[in-house]
């Protein structure tokens, strides 16, 4: 758990750093390739961290349900949303979607960040 924790605390910085770069195509694409990375490793701790608490979810949409009733989330939109920007840059890329997704990825960085903090706060009791 430590390791994934670890790279998935990396990635929140690294997806931090890119957002207050200025906007060109390169640190959109970059930005958004970053955001992929986060949220992946965002619902892949939780699943870890809930296995190892015996419960077990398959999806990241299942794990953000077990995660809220766990306490690890807070019953927040932004969490769909961001799993719904990242099917949209996963599956389909154009310059207007790629656009439309980074004027959103500002707004993830919070649920980001309260996620780490709670699973870093968790693994230290």
């Known amino acids: 758990m430590k390791e994934l924790f ?4 990396k990635s929140v910085q690294r997806f931090e750093e890119i957002l207050k770069e200025e906007k060109s195509i390169k ?3 970059s930005a958004i390739k970053r ?16 296995r190892e608490e015996e419960i077990i979810c398959r ?7 077990e995660a809220f009733k766990f306490g690890l989330v807070e019953d927040d939109p932004r969490w769909i949303e961001a799993l719904e920007d990242r ?6 890329y154009d310059e207007s979607t790629a ?6 990825l500002p707004n993830y ?4 960040n309260l996620l780490r903090d709670k699973l870093k706060e968790k693994m230290e009791e």
Do not use: M
């Not at 999806?59 to 349900?65: A, G, I, V």
């Not at 656009?99 to 959103?104: A, G, H, I, P």
């Not at 960085?109 to 980001?112: D, E, M, P, T, W």
């Open 6 to 9: 670890n790279s998935f605390e």
């Open 27 to 29: 640190n959109r694409d």
């Open 35 to 50: 955001f992929e990375f986060t949220i992946e490793l965002a619902w892949k701790c939780v699943q870890k961290f809930l």
């Open 59 to 65: 999806s990241p949409k299942e794990c953000l349900k």
């Open 87 to 92: 099917n949209l840059t996963v599956h389909t």
């Open 99 to 104: 656009d439309d997704v980074y004027s959103r």
């Open 109 to 112: 960085l919070g649920i980001f």
